[in-house]
Nanobody, 125 residues
């Protein structure tokens, strides 16, 4: 059983920062990709960024490049999404997801098998 628990969402003003965390619960996975997605009301789930199992590859969608940072200290610690200079258009439910056995960093929701419950981020102008 794989579980992902997210936390850190909230309501902030434009320009503020938030840090989301995703705590995984799984065993015996050496290779895996972990990603952050978000979904705003009435919109499709959108890729935010992903990190490889060894943290050697980290990718972001263009709209958050330079503002958001994904990090992880080692293979089993929480994965973080540091969000700076938040904009109203960043408002969404944010999800972390994991694909076991993956050595790259896929960007499609269908590529990921396990998902967290989501955490709401609301940015007001």
């Amino acid at each position: 059983q794989v579980q992902l628990v997210e936390s850190g969402g909230g309501s902030v003003q434009a320009g503020d920062s938030l840090r989301l965390s995703c705590v995984p619960s799984f065993r015996n996975f050496v290779f895996y990709a972990m990603a952050w997605f978000r979904q705003a009301p009435g919109k499709e789930r959108e890729f935010v960024g992903a990190i490889s199992w060894d943290t050697g590859t980290i990718i972001y969608t263009d709209s958050v490049q330079g503002r958001f940072t994904i990090s992880r200290d080692n293979a089993k610690n929480p994965t973080y999404l540091q969000m700076n200079s938040l904009k109203p258009e960043d408002t969404a439910v944010y999800y972390c997801a994991i694909r076991p056995g993956e050595t790259t960093t896929p960007a499609r929701p269908d590529d990921y098998e396990y998902w967290g419950q989501g955490t709401q981020v609301t940015v007001s102008s």
